[in-house]
T-cell receptor, first 110, second 114 residues
Framework: GQNIDQPTEMTATEGAIVQINCTYQTSGFNGLFWYQQHAGEAPTFLSYNVLDGLEEKGRFSSFLSRSKGYSYLLLKELQMKDSASYLCAVRRGGGFKTIFGAGTRLFVKA | DAEITQSPRHKITETGRQVTLACHQTWNHNNMFWYRQDLGHGLRLIHYSYGVQDTNKGEVSDGYSVSRSNTEDLPLTLESAASSQTSVYFC?????????????FGPGTRLTVT
């Protein structure tokens, strides 16, 4: 089977750092994605990890530990526009089918 | 600029009617996907295609069908609409090479079945 867990909601303060965790259980793991989705809009691609370690891209970083079935998305210097849902997704097997978690709604307050 | 579009953006239909949602991409991507998004469930895969004449069932395919006659389009058909199919539908596309298969999403279609 497959299961992706992430917190339902998080709140953080503008200018701060927030870490959104994702744990997964799946056979044939072949990469983990993070997407951002603002309310009423489509998801947009943020990051991709297939090897263990940290990938940094500006204010956003994503970490993967395959042995622990664990990833996190780190957002630094939070801005109000970062208020959105963050979706963790896992690619399985040799194809490109991707399974999504339910998402974490992040609220950034002043 | 390349893009992915969906039409209609909003649709209200009655139970039992056949409905087709259009998806068109100009990225020249081989891979195309259809998802539905419901509160508490996140994105769930309905059908997907890896190229022309290729279609595959996702995790929630019952009551839906797709066809892929060209690279650009993957229409989603609800054979006989049910109230349980009220949802927001997203189409996505992606290459089968490069970074790892990230997907580019259309703006979504909000479907209400009454």
């Amino acid at each position: 089977g497959q299961n992706i867990d992430q917190p339902t909601e998080m709140t953080a303060t503008e200018g701060a750092i927030v870490q959104i965790n994702c744990t997964y259980q799946t056979s044939g793991f072949n990469g983990l994605f993070w997407y951002q989705q603002h309310a009423g809009e489509a998801p947009t691609f943020l990051s991709y990890n297939v090897l263990d370690g940290l990938e940094e891209k500006g204010r956003f970083s994503s970490f993967l530990s395959r042995s622990k079935g664990y990833s996190y998305l780190l957002l630094k210097e939070l801005q109000m526009k970062d208020s959105a849902s963050y979706l963790c997704a896992v690619r399985r097997g040799g194809g490109f089918k991707t399974i999504f978690g339910a998402g974490t709604r992040l609220f950034v307050k002043a | 600029d390349a893009e992915i579009t969906q039409s209609p953006r909003h649709k209200i239909t009655e139970t039992g009617r056949q409905v087709t949602l259009a998806c068109h991409q100009t990225w020249n991507h081989n891979n195309m996907f259809w998802y539905r998004q419901d509160l508490g469930h996140g994105l769930r895969l309905i059908h997907y295609s890896y190229g022309v004449q290729d279609t595959n069932k996702g995790e929630v395919s019952d009551g839906y069908s797709v066809s892929r006659s060209n690279t650009e389009d993957l229409p989603l058909t609800l054979e006989s609409a049910a109230s349980s199919q009220t949802s927001v539908y997203f189409c996505a596309s992606g290459f089968d090479r490069g970074l790892g298969g990230e997907q580019y999403f259309g703006p979504g279609t909000r479907l209400t079945v009454t």
